[in-house]
């Protein structure tokens, strides 16, 4: 069964850490890009960062560039999104999604259930 499971999420304060963790098993982990989206009440998902599966290239949204960083550890099929600096305007839904490639309009084959970030005061 190809399953994606996040973890990590809960209510942080501004200024605030926290490192989410996307666990994926039951497809070829290492041939597949990784991304992490994002979406908030009121708005649509957004890309937040993706890793690659060959170099481990990693990217970026303008919003988060120099706070978060996306890594991944092949031998425990895992990748992390490590967030320094939270914002309440990074209050959202982080879903991981595996894909080919990472690309500004992924095709994404598999997503996992959503772990909910709060920053709030």
């Known amino acids: 069964q190809v399953q994606l499971v996040e973890s990590g999420g809960g209510l942080v304060q501004p200024g605030g850490s926290l490192r989410l963790s996307c666990a994926a098993s039951?497809?070829?982990?290492?041939?597949?890009?990784i991304g992490w989206f994002r979406q908030a009440p009121g708005k649509e998902r957004e890309g937040v960062s993706c890793?690659?599966?060959?170099?481990?290239?990693?990217y970026y949204a303008d919003s988060v560039k120099g706070r978060f960083t996306i890594s991944r550890d092949n031998a425990k099929n895992t990748v992390y999104l490590q967030m320094n600096s939270l914002k309440p305007e990074d209050t959202a839904v982080y879903y991981c999604?595996?894909?080919?490639?990472?690309?500004?309009?992924?095709?994404?084959?598999?997503w996992g259930q959503g772990t909910q970030v709060t920053v709030s005061s």
């Open positions: 039951g497809f070829t982990f290492d041939y597949y890009a």
């Open positions: 890793i690659s599966s060959g170099d481990g290239s990693t």
């Open positions: 999604a595996a894909s080919d490639k990472c690309a500004v309009v992924p095709t994404l084959d598999y």
